[in-house]
């Protein structure tokens, strides 16, 4: 697999929802070694489309029309982020942190 498509609905603080966007393309990248991950966000929720952004997703198109909600039609945005465009924040250095507390104590 080299890619995964995403759609997601974070309640709560903006805080959680993007540090939950940022760890998708983490996990994804460093550890499913995947190349693209999608995310697809209504388009009425411009506050998720924002966080997409903020953790550099790049708008990508429109699947028009695509969900039926109380009887109303939708669109829904899709965004996506390359493995060449990102940086770990938070999975690699982790593990890369481990592994020199491990070299460390067997040293």
């Given at each position: ?79 996506d982020i390359l493995a060449s465009e990102f940086e770990s924040p ?18």
């Amino acid at each position: 697999m080299t890619a995964i498509r995403l759609g997601f609905t974070v309640g709560g603080e903006r805080e959680v929802g993007q540090e939950a966007v940022a760890l998708l393309p983490d996990y994804g990248f460093s550890i499913l070694n995947l190349n693209s991950v999608e995310l697809g966000v209504y388009a009425f929720n411009t506050r998720a489309i924002r966080c997409c952004g903020r953790v550099d997703f790049k708008r990508v198109g429109v699947l028009r029309e695509s969900r039926i909600l109380g009887g109303v039609a939708h669109d829904t945005v899709v965004t996506d982020i390359l493995a060449s465009e990102f940086e770990s924040p938070v999975v690699v250095p982790s593990i890369r942190a481990s592994l020199d507390r491990t070299s460390a104590s067997a040293g």
